[in-house]
């Protein structure tokens, strides 16, 4: 089944240790997003990549950053996590931008 | 004022009941919406989409959207306690251009 997979489910780090997210997708669509969310909070899109090119949502902090080396893959890098950035991150795809989005499951991060 | 305001509940219903979910939005310019269930630890899981106003049917699911008053409904028939997770209302403006926006999700409680 056409999927969208994310690794690992649960990641643990230590305040201040670089920590990577990875997503990949076997869809073949476009667009490739993360999202951020809190507790009982909506998602919160911090960034997507077109293709090759990145979209920077304004309010994403520097902390976090993105790569897509292929049309399958892309990961979530957070240089130095804080304890604000425990969170469930969500990977999306779509075929164009801002067309239906299909979720994973998240990787839930939790900030020691 | 949010853009997209939700009601969190929980909104608890005995096992065959008839749920009602609803979203408000501020935005005119919205045309695009969508219906999200998410099961707790999971990726949200996309159930309904539809464009502009008027009904759309898919099951036990039934989608409303009223652009007049701004107001989007879930209805969920013959509800089941599989049914039990959080339900977010997405919205956008034009496909291609403007970002979802999502509610902060209702958590629905299907009791047996």
């Known amino acids: 089944d056409a999927m969208v997979i994310q690794n690992p489910r649960y990641q643990v780090t230590q305040f201040g240790k670089p920590v990577t997210l990875s997503c990949s997708q076997t869809l073949n669509h476009n667009v490739m997003y993360w999202y951020q969310q809190k507790s009982s909070q909506a998602p919160k899109l911090l960034f997507h990549?077109?293709?090759?090119?990145?979209?920077n949502e304004a309010d994403t902090p520097d902390n976090f950053q993105s790569r897509r080396p292929n049309t399958s893959f892309c990961f979530l890098d957070i240089r130095s996590p804080g304890l604000g950035d425990a969170a469930m991150y969500l990977c999306a795809t779509s075929n164009r931008p801002f067309e239906t989005q299909y979720f994973g499951p998240g990787t839930r991060l939790l900030v020691l | 004022q949010k853009e997209v305001e939700q009601d969190p509940g929980p909104l608890s219903v005995p096992e065959g009941a008839i749920v009602s979910l609803n979203c408000t939005y501020s935005n005119s310019a919205f045309q695009y919406f969508m219906w999200y269930r998410q099961y707790s630890r999971k990726g949200p899981e996309l159930l309904m989409y539809t464009y502009s106003s008027g009904n759309k049917e898919d099951g036990r699911f039934t989608a409303q959207v009223d652009k007049s008053s701004k107001y989007i409904s879930l209805f969920i028939r013959d509800s089941q306690p599989s049914d039990s997770a959080t339900y977010l209302c997405?919205?956008?403006?034009?496909?291609?251009?403007?970002?979802?926006?999502f509610g902060t999700g209702t958590r629905l409680l299907v009791s047996p």
């Open positions: 997405a919205m956008s403006a034009r496909e291609g251009f403007q970002k979802l926006v």
């Open positions: 990549y077109y293709d090759k090119d990145f979209n």
